[in-house]
């Protein structure tokens, strides 16, 4: 079973900045990227950003030049820094692993269990 762990969700005022993380653990051979997915009160649930294995990194029209998604030194931990953060930016955001290759087995999404950001005017 692989779980993913995210941290670092909060309240911010409105041009502030937040950091979240996600750690994948568990049994897995390799993981195709992970990325940040978020979800407003009455919305879909929409990407946000993602990044691959190989550091190809992919982000939201609305997000573009604010967020930034990398690595740090643990592979199977995906960073997400928050800037210029604006009221709509506001939705519980979820980590996510693609691609998830195990032992006889191929998950092409699983999901933590989401974390909430609040950002106030």
């Known amino acids: 079973q692989v779980q993913l762990v995210e941290s670092g969700g909060g309240s911010v005022h409105s041009g502030g900045s937040l950091r979240l993380s996600c750690t994948a653990s568990g049994s897995f051979v390799s993981i195709t990227s992970m990325g940040w997915f978020r979800q407003a009160p009455g919305k879909e649930r929409d990407l946000v950003a993602t990044?691959?294995?190989?550091?190809?990194?992919d982000y939201a029209d609305s997000v573009k030049g604010r967020f930034a998604i990398s690595r740090d030194n643990d592979k199977n931990t995906v960073i997400l820094q928050m800037n210029s953060l604006t009221p709509d930016d506001t939705a519980v955001y979820y980590c996510?692993?693609?691609?998830?290759?195990?032992?006889?087995?191929?998950?092409?999404?699983?999901w933590g269990q989401g974390t909430q950001v609040t950002v106030s005017s």
């Open positions: 996510a692993a693609l691609g998830v290759r195990r032992a006889g087995q191929w998950d092409n999404v699983l």
């Open positions: 990044i691959t294995s190989g550091g190809i990194t």
